[in-house]
């Protein structure tokens, strides 16, 4: 069974006419022939589709006769379309949403000038840290392979005593106009220059080192100070430490993204540390001192007699450090029974007779 028009643009028969128009630009902007995914087929069978169902006549028609019906050829008197068929395709819909560049601009690239963006690119890496080292805070250094500023130019591109001149490729204008041909004919579109890029002059000699380029490729040794109280999935930004930007612009930013190791008996919730403890039956009901780990070592604290499973013991400022204040968390310690696995004859002695008691 042949495939639908519907079916073609990806849309359900009960669309609304912006949702159809919307289905055949995202489709258009992929199979366009001039783009790397172009298919020309289909862009053709996709282009046939929108013809009908962007029409409110021949979408009605479609819908009571199917792909039979009359009004399938195209504008121009070619069947379904074809390549050339936008005759058909009506603007002023666009009137008030950006206009007819823009869709076109979004579609193929052309349309509004669009300036090259200078600053250098981020670099995102991660860590990953202890448990003991995201309460206490710890320094890491890193090593990076990256552009950094040409030292010899410092960043300029140009050779050393050389002088800047005025573009001639753009005038000094740090833009040209260029003509782009599409279905539609052909359009003109303002872009950066790639001579200048963008800054309407240029030396008249390139720096030997970066060719002209502001920038080189070096490793370069990082100290990243990760704060206390850090946690997993947050990230540090450190300003200026991403890739330099090309001739002398701005450096992108390196941005630190953070793991922390899973402790072997503490795990952490918000600003707290959290523990379990397995205390003997006797130690609950008769009351004891009991060492507990904490993150700053054995901390010990008192069981009151009659304690009961799953009641939780406070001990104060030994969780994890406020990130962004003053003070730290507490440490929360869960407490349940441990029971033995062998007993003494002694020991069961006592149990049983405790049994025969009701204890």
Same mark, same amino acid.
Request: hydrophobic residues 30%; proline residues 3%.
């Given at each position: 069974?042949?495939?639908?028009?519907?079916?073609?643009? *990806?849309?359900?028969?009960?669309?609304?006419?912006?949702?159809?128009?919307?289905?055949?630009?995202?489709?258009?902007?992929?199979?366009?022939?001039?783009?790397?995914?172009?298919?020309?087929?289909?862009?053709?069978?996709?282009?046939?589709?929108?013809?009908?169902?962007?029409?409110?006549?021949? @979408?009605?028609?479609?819908?009571?006769?199917?792909?039979?019906?009359?009004?399938?050829?195209?504008?121009?008197?070619?069947?379904?379309?074809?390549?050339?068929?936008?005759?058909?395709?009506?603007?002023?819909?666009?009137?008030?949403?950006?206009?007819?560049?823009?869709?076109?601009?979004? +579609?193929?690239?052309?349309?509004?000038?669009?300036?090259?963006?200078?600053?250098?690119?981020?670099?995102?890496?991660?860590?990953?840290?202890?448990?003991?080292?995201?309460?206490?805070?710890?320094?890491?250094?890193?090593?990076?392979?990256?552009?950094? +500023?040409?030292?010899?130019?410092?960043?300029?591109?140009?050779?050393?005593?050389?002088?800047?001149?005025?573009?001639?490729?753009?005038?000094?204008?740090?833009?040209?106009?260029?003509? +782009?041909?599409?279905?539609?004919?052909?359009?003109?579109?303002?872009?950066?220059?790639?001579?200048?890029? *963008?800054?309407?002059?240029?030396?008249?000699?390139?720096?030997?080192?970066?060719?002209?380029?502001?920038?080189?490729?070096?490793?370069?040794?990082?100290?990243?100070?990760?704060?206390?109280?850090?946690?997993?999935?947050?990230?540090?930004?450190?300003?200026?430490?991403?890739?330099?930007?090309?001739?002398?612009?701005?450096?992108?930013?390196?941005?630190?993204?953070?793991?922390?190791?899973?402790?072997?008996?503490?795990? @952490?919730?918000?600003?707290?540390?959290?523990?379990?403890?397995?205390?003997?039956?006797?130690? +609950?009901?008769?009351?004891?001192?009991?060492?507990?780990?904490?993150?700053?070592?054995?901390?010990?604290?008192?069981?009151?007699?009659?304690?009961?499973?799953?009641?939780?013991?406070?001990? @104060?400022?030994?969780?994890?450090?406020?990130?962004?204040?003053?003070? @730290?968390?507490?440490?929360?310690?869960?407490?349940?029974?441990?029971?033995?696995?062998?007993?003494?004859?002694?020991?069961?002695?006592?149990?049983?007779?405790?049994?025969?008691? *009701?204890?």
């Amino acid at each position: 069974m042949p495939e639908d028009y519907y079916q073609r643009l *990806g849309v359900d028969k009960k669309a609304t006419p912006d949702e159809i128009k919307k289905a055949f630009r995202k489709l258009a902007h992929k199979y366009h022939p001039d783009k790397g995914t172009g298919d020309e087929a289909k862009f053709k069978e996709i282009n046939e589709a929108y013809q009908v169902l962007s029409d409110e006549k021949k @979408r009605s028609q479609y819908d009571q006769y199917g792909q039979k019906f009359s009004g399938q050829e195209g504008a121009g008197g070619q069947p379904g379309g074809g390549f050339g068929g936008f005759e058909g395709f009506d603007f002023s819909n666009f009137a008030g949403q950006g206009g007819f560049e823009d869709m076109f601009g979004d +579609m193929f690239g052309g349309g509004r000038s669009r300036r090259q963006n200078t600053r250098g690119q981020d670099i995102q890496v991660d860590i990953e840290i202890s448990f003991e080292d995201m309460v206490r805070g710890v320094k890491r250094d890193i090593r990076l392979r990256k552009y950094v +500023m040409c030292k010899t130019c410092a960043g300029s591109g140009g050779e050393k005593g050389s002088e800047e001149v005025t573009c001639t490729t753009c005038n000094g204008n740090g833009q040209v106009r260029k003509t +782009m041909q599409t279905i539609l004919g052909a359009f003109q579109q303002v872009v950066t220059c790639d001579v200048c890029h *963008g800054r309407g002059k240029k030396h008249s000699k390139n720096c030997h080192v970066c060719h002209g380029h502001g920038r080189v490729q070096e490793e370069e040794n990082i100290t990243i100070d990760i704060p206390a109280g850090i946690d997993t999935g947050q990230a540090l930004s450190v300003q200026g430490k991403g890739h330099a930007g090309e001739y002398g612009t701005q450096a992108g930013d390196l941005i630190v993204e953070i793991y922390v190791k899973k402790h072997a008996t503490l795990t @952490r919730r918000g600003e707290q540390i959290l523990s379990n403890e397995n205390l003997r039956f006797v130690d +609950m009901a008769l009351g004891a001192s009991v060492p507990i780990l904490t993150i700053d070592g054995e901390v010990t604290i008192k069981i009151p007699a009659g304690t009961q499973p799953g009641e939780v013991f406070r001990i @104060r400022d030994k969780g994890v450090p406020h990130l962004h204040g003053r003070g @730290r968390g507490d440490h929360l310690v869960t407490v349940s029974v441990a029971v033995p696995k062998k007993l003494s004859k002694n020991a069961k002695k006592t149990l049983e007779s405790l049994k025969e008691e *009701g204890v």
